[in-house]
């Protein structure tokens, strides 16, 4: 069994996942890959399907007994079922939508010889981007080179140097 699987997947006589029995009913994001870990009885083979005798097509080690299966859940997922192909035991697969990512907000900055901008919430899923130009008539905005972008006391924070001029419009994207 593998450990770093998200699911482990075993069969009493029915079907036990995580170490819960009885199929119990799990939820997945959609958009998602996640991996089960399946040490079952050879009679009882574990299946992720549309529906109850459907397999789902592009399940890595689908219908195994002794594998790890990996499933990508499609980003317009349905509900599905997971079962074992000789008995037809099943449970429930939930699909969720993925949550909504944080919107962040700038929480303090300060330009010197170079701009510093602090960002929270402190988290990996997005990229401060500082662009900067000289005159408001020209659309080009150009992109400040980052020169570090780390994590400091609950926020994320971005240094870069600070342009030539003394008129500059700064603009922060996120990515």
């Not at 299966?69 to 037809?88: D, G, I, L, R």
Request: glycine fraction near 6%.
């Amino acid at each position: 069994m593998c450990a770093a699987a998200d699911f482990a997947v075993t069969s009493p006589s029915v079907f036990a996942i995580n170490g819960m029995n009885n199929n119990p009913t799990i939820t997945l994001v959609r958009g998602r890959t996640y991996t089960f870990a399946v040490s079952t009885a050879s009679f009882h083979p574990f299946v992720i399907g549309s529906a109850l005798g459907t397999p789902q097509p592009g399940v890595v080690n689908n219908n195994s007994s002794s594998a790890t299966m990996t499933f990508s859940v499609p980003t317009n997922a349905v509900n599905y079922v997971y079962y074992c192909n000789v008995h037809f035991f099943s449970g429930t697969i939930l699909t969720v939508a993925p949550p909504t990512p944080p919107v962040p907000q700038i929480v303090s900055w300060s330009i010197s010889n170079n701009i510093v901008l602090r960002t929270a919430p402190a988290t990996n899923t997005f990229t401060v981007i500082p662009e900067y130009k000289t005159n408001l008539n020209n659309t080009n905005w150009v992109a400040l080179t980052v020169q570090s972008n780390r994590f400091v006391n609950g926020t994320n924070e971005t240094f870069c140097g600070r342009p030539p001029g003394t008129n500059l419009f700064i603009r922060v994207t996120v990515q």
